[in-house]
């Protein structure tokens, strides 16, 4: 019972110990500017930006996030030509449809498409976005096809009631390792139609 008792005090404090260091972590963010804020959602002016990306024929966020981190995370882990590891940054990018879905991992801002090493697996493209604007809606907790979709409803009706124009697939940002249990943070984001001032 005592030797339970110690055991379990461990596995308790090195979850508490993981999810401090998961909270006070100094990862690289991808950055962009506030251009408005509103009551529920913030219009947003991305950079350019390069990025990692993997397409499949996956039609959930549980069916894209599992093999697509895997194939890119393999790739930032020293599955590249150069067999250089490369810092994970935040957010994961998601395009989920029925048609063909995205997953992109952010590059650091040392890196461009001239600079970083090939993907090892052919299935990984290397492409720089180009800057946008974007209306972004944030929510807590676990991310799954349910949340997404609801937080996507939202967004879609904030924007329909600003008169705010809005085009292509809304997508989902993730910002937090699988195995953060506290201080969650996810975003659903669509490209907006903005005139710049």
């Known amino acids: 019972m005592k030797t339970?008792?110690?055991i379990l005090g461990i596995l308790i404090l090195l979850?508490?110990?993981?999810q401090l260091y998961f909270i006070m972590a100094k990862t690289e963010?991808?950055?962009y500017e506030i251009i408005k804020k509103e009551k529920d959602f913030e219009i947003r002016?991305?950079?350019s930006a390069t990025m990692a990306t993997i397409s499949m024929h996956a039609k959930s966020y549980k069916e894209l996030s599992?093999?697509?981190f895997r194939k890119l995370a393999g790739f930032i882990f020293g599955g590249n030509k150069e067999k250089t590891n490369i810092a994970m940054t935040t957010p994961v990018h998601m395009d989920i449809n029925t048609e063909k879905s995205s997953m992109s991992f952010v590059m650091p801002s040392n890196y461009n498409k001239d600079n970083l090493p090939q993907p090892n697996d052919s299935s990984v493209s290397i492409e720089t976005t180009p800057k946008?604007?974007?209306?972004?809606?944030q929510?807590?907790?676990f991310a799954n096809d349910a949340a997404i979709k609801k937080y996507a409803e939202k967004l879609e009706k904030a924007l329909k009631e600003k008169n705010i124009e809005y085009k292509g697939n809304?997508?989902?940002?993730?910002?937090?390792?699988p195995w953060q249990i506290v201080g969650r943070k996810n975003e659903v984001i669509v490209t907006v139609v903005w005139e710049e001032k």
């Open 15 to 18: 979850l508490i110990i993981s």
């Open 170 to 177: 809304f997508r989902f940002l993730g910002y937090n390792a």
């Open 132 to 137: 946008e604007y974007v209306a972004a809606i």
């Open 45 to 47: 002016l991305y950079p």
């Open 29 to 31: 963010t991808q950055s």
């Open 4 to 6: 339970t008792l110690i």
């Open 66 to 68: 599992s093999s697509g």
């Open 139 to 141: 929510f807590g907790d």
